[in-house]
């Protein structure tokens, strides 16, 4: 009797263990399919965003050479500004959720700290990032299209009434597909997803945001085709007796960076000068500016990657890197500060080329390096910027490779994104986007209305919950670890159960208490413990 009894509970666990392992493998093809018509969705999207971007900017540079014969048709090209940069400050008044790049706002939906409507921030932060990407500001198109990826993925979460967990998914996923369409590099968006976005490497996560953006950036390459889009010629790569000279252009970057953060985050107080005028007229401020500029430098326009490129053909002088890196630095602060849609991303990318052929000019003239190498060193200064001041040295590292369309330089960028991302935080610098959702949460909170939410963390080796039993660590109040996730198995924890570094926590909480239970199990899955 005793052995039947035996014989029924082992086919009771093993019938368990396999609906287990069904319900596991029928979640990753359900993965697969979300990244598939989400990253399809996305792709046309963010392409026509992208498109309609470059055609403006082709036709406000066609113009501003017709003004160049005809100079009265500055008239109706200055009145024309002013509406068009009145009707964005409008705009984004009735919806603050699609002012700037839009990546601190998905970073808050993604920590449960922020909350917003995905059609009004799609059509929206599509209709403002066209008219202010395309005018000729310096902004970048990649932000926008991280936001517009994100609300495709929540949109489609909601329509399907998702759970939070898996909508929260949603929306990284569509965010990675966004970027991906933006910059043709499927790999780097998964990573800065992972990395900058969510905080998080699980396999719940990376399966459905890797299928979406290689999906959106296949679609991607049937607009624009096959040439990476900062495809940049170098007649050789750089020899190891040149790396000296790597830890120099990463220092710079790494100052000159966290330079670049301290104005970006003080650029409210500025535009607080114009007291007396309501934040509704601040585009007009960069609008006006802009004319000036393509009157006088129409090639600068623009979010920079065209810029870019032309140092293939060009080869320019100290003082003329000099006034581009000053026109740029300046610029890009007023554009984004005015709260128009638009990012900072590639503007980064172009401000660190600018710095990389700037040092590597002066070095030539002092005698210190050929000169056949100021191209390789504005490629990788775009990387160590980006790494310094997103505090994203592996989405750098990859970014670059994948926009410039070569595997040469991985060594070079390594270095240089390491050491500015060491000096930017020696400096106390804090990642650029995590510092703008702190300013975001400060002036405007909006939390979710769900009765439970859920944080869902990966465990370091070396943390605090590594090697843990459940019970010996002091969950926040109303949290529930209801699931981990370890390899391909799925296992519902009891207070003996062990945690080991590599599995994915799935924990149940109370929306008012996420922020701060979110914070402590994240300190306690990812810091590293230091014993003695």
């Not at 808050?108 to 599509?126: A, H, I, N, R, T």
């Not at 160590?384 to 590292?397: D, S």
């Not at 670059?400 to 991302?421: C, F, K, N, W």
């Amino acid at each position: 009797m005793l052995r039947v009894a035996g014989y029924a509970r082992s086919w009771h666990i093993i019938l368990g263990e396999k609906i287990m392992r069904f319900g596991l493998d029928r979640s990753k093809t359900n993965q697969l399919i979300r990244g598939l018509i989400i990253g399809v969705l996305v792709g046309v999207i963010v392409s026509t965003f992208r498109l309609l971007i470059e055609y403006e900017l082709k036709l406000v540079t066609v113009a501003y050479r017709l003004m160049h014969q005809n100079a009265w048709l500055l008239v109706p090209w200055v009145a024309g500004s002013v509406i068009i940069a009145l009707f964005l400050g409008w705009l984004v008044k009735r919806n603050p959720a699609i002012k700037g790049s839009g990546i601190p706002q998905i970073e808050g939906q993604l920590s449960g700290d922020y909350e917003e409507s995905w059609w009004p921030v799609l059509w929206q932060k599509f209709v403002g990032g066209v008219l202010a990407i395309g005018s000729g500001l310096f902004l970048g198109r990649e932000g926008p299209s991280i936001q517009l990826g994100a609300a495709v993925g929540q949109g489609f979460a909601e329509v399907r009434h998702d759970e939070p967990l898996a909508r929260r998914i949603c929306i990284a996923t569509g965010s990675a597909a966004g970027l991906s369409a933006a910059f043709n590099a499927p790999i780097a968006s998964t990573m800065f997803v992972l990395e900058e976005v969510y905080h998080n490497f699980s396999p719940l996560v990376w399966l459905s945001a890797f299928v979406s953006a290689l999906t959106s950036n296949f679609v991607s390459l049937n607009f624009f085709g096959l040439t990476p889009v900062l495809h940049v010629d170098y007649s050789e790569s750089l020899p190891l007796a040149q790396y000296g000279q790597l830890i120099g252009l990463g220092v710079v970057l790494g100052i000159l960076g966290r330079i670049y953060q301290e104005n970006l985050l003080h650029m409210d107080s500025i535009y607080g000068w114009l007291k007396k005028i309501p934040s509704e007229y601040y585009p007009v401020v960069p609008f006006i500016i802009v004319i000036f500029i393509g009157w006088w430098w129409p090639e600068t326009l623009g979010g920079g990657n065209s810029l870019i490129v032309s140092f293939n053909h060009v080869n320019p002088s100290i003082w003329l890197f000099v006034g581009l890196l000053l026109l740029r630095f300046v610029f890009s602060m007023i554009s984004y500060g005015s709260g128009l849609p638009g990012g900072i991303f590639l503007p980064i990318l172009t401000l660190g080329a600018v710095i990389g052929g700037l040092y590597a000019s002066i070095m030539v003239s002092l005698g210190l390096m050929p000169g056949k190498f100021v191209i390789n060193f504005i490629i990788y200064a775009m990387a160590g910027y980006f790494a310094g001041i997103g505090k994203a040295p592996f989405t750098a590292i990859l970014l670059i490779t994948e926009m410039v369309g070569s595997l040469e330089h991985l060594m070079p960028l390594a270095v240089v994104s390491l050491v500015a991302y060491v000096v930017v935080d020696m400096l106390n610098g804090s990642p650029i986007y995590a510092s703008l959702l702190d300013k975001l949460l400060k002036r405007d909170r909006h939390l979710s209305n769900s009765t439970q939410d859920v944080i869902q963390t990966t465990v370091f080796a070396g943390s605090m919950l590594d090697g843990t039993q459940v019970r010996d660590f002091n969950w926040p109040e109303s949290c529930l670890l209801y699931s981990i996730q370890r390899g391909e198995r799925q296992i519902i924890p009891h207070g003996d159960t062990e945690i080991k570094a590599g599995d994915t926590l799935l924990v149940s909480v109370a929306p008012r208490m996420r922020h701060s239970a979110f914070v402590r199990i994240i300190n306690a899955a990812q810091k590293i413990k230091i014993n003695g």
